[in-house]
């Protein structure tokens, strides 16, 4: 489905919803020939107002002449919500789609490195030199203390195990 709804002059408004804070929805409005006649930026379709900026341009677009009665119009503009909202949740969906599939593929991927990590440490002679050489390359030369720290607290695990 898209993102785009159809108007009966032909005119067309489009959703654009903001990744980072989906509340925030920018309506596109477009003439029949395709021409950018408005922008706004408002929250989710079921909250518009008849007195927002995209109900007045809405109403500009509908009913130029101003000739169409209140009600008329606000069932019209409902009518317009509705379809949004329905465009709205779509796109939400679709959002929510590949925000999960980002997360799997990160989570693949740190479980394709978290196996190769434990193959080279199992293959290793001496997995706790091996450590220490990457502790001190990654803190600047503080492998002694570290290694100190590590070697304590590995010391009190045993203790705890053997005599709970």
């Known amino acids: 489905m898209t993102n785009i ?26 003439n029949k020939y395709g021409n950018k006649i408005g922008e706004y930026e ?3 379709p079921a909250t518009l107002s008849s007195r927002s900026n995209v109900a007045r341009q809405f109403k500009q677009i509908i009913n130029p002449k101003g000739d169409m009665k209140p009600n008329i119009f606000n069932n019209k503009f409902t009518e317009l919500k509705q379809l949004l909202q329905l465009h709205y949740e779509n796109e939400l969906l679709i959002i929510e789609q ?5 997360k799997q593929a990160e989570q693949e991927k740190d479980t394709v490195k978290l196996k190769e990590a434990i193959t080279k440490l199992q293959s290793l002679d001496y997995p706790l030199i091996y450590i220490g050489s990457i502790v001190e390359w990654f803190t600047a030369g503080e492998r002694n203390n570290i290694l ?17």
């Open 5 to 30: 709804a159809e108007l009966p002059t032909k005119d067309t408004i489009t959703l654009i919803i903001n990744k980072k804070n989906i509340d925030k929805v920018t309506y596109v409005f477009k």
């Open 42 to 44: 408002n929250r989710s």
């Open 98 to 102: 590949e925000i999960a599939d980002k």
């Open 148 to 164: 100190y720290a590590f070697t304590v607290m590995q010391d009190r695990l045993f203790w705890e195990v053997q005599y709970p």
